[in-house]
Every structure is written in C-alpha cells, then in structure tokens.
C-alpha cells in the first residue's frame, strides 16, 4: 500500500507543482474518490500496480499504472487542456506516456465532460 500512495502522491505532487496545471484547477486533485460537491474543474487519481518478481522472492519494484481524470461542466476542450497539461507535466518529470482518452456524460446535471491521461510510474517497497 506504500508503494500505491507513492505513486499517487509523486503524481499529485507533478500536478500541484506546475503553475499551468493549478492556474485552471486549483489544488482540486483527489486520489481515487472525488465529492461530487468538488468544484469543478477538477482531476481524480487512481492506480493500478502490479509487482515486479525477482529472484530473491518478495517483491522490491512495482510498475504502477495512475490514470488522471481531469473532469470539466463547462466542455470536452477544458477537459482535454487539462489532460494534455498533466500528460506533458508528468511525461517532462521522466514518467512514461501510455494513453489518452475522452468522455462526456450527459445523464448527469450538470453534464461532465472527463479527458484521462494514463502514466506509468515506477516506485520501490
């Protein structure tokens, strides 16, 4: 569990630290769950590892999957702004770029439009 929040808190930390990022949301990043209160915009952080074997038994290496899902009412192009900010913050940071994708939901009110952006992020136990 360790290694999960180091993962998500290296992310997070990407995210805050970059001006272009926060001018648009803030500090408004949660890991995993998000308020549905939450102003928008805002981004969620989720994960999903996976331990490196090695020979000597347990595992010291874990390759670590984090999505960021910026989520916008206002449209599709602030969702994808934002989601391109995170994927060259965190890609600039030495993290590798594995996809994008986008979304729109208009059952809920107000509508939400979401843009993920998902990383691989490696951390030790």
Not at 15 to 21: D, E, K, L, S, V
Not at 116 to 122: H, L, M, P, S
């Amino acid at each position: 569990e360790e290694a999960m929040s180091d993962a998500i808190e290296t992310v997070r930390g990407i995210i805050t630290g970059t001006p272009a990022i926060t001018a648009i949301i803030g500090t408004r990043v949660s890991a995993t769950v998000q308020s549905q209160d939450t102003l928008k915009p805002s981004v969620i952080l989720s994960l999903e590892q996976s331990p490196v074997e090695n020979m000597s038994g347990a595992p010291t290496l874990y390759s670590n999957t984090v999505t960021a899902v910026a989520v916008s009412e206002i449209s599709s192009t602030e969702a994808a702004q934002i989601a391109d900010l995170i994927r060259d913050a965190v890609a600039a940071a030495g993290h590798a770029f594995l996809s994008k994708s986008e979304a729109f939901d208009p059952d809920v009110t107000p509508p939400l439009y979401v843009a993920t952006a998902q990383f691989q992020v490696w951390t030790n136990t």
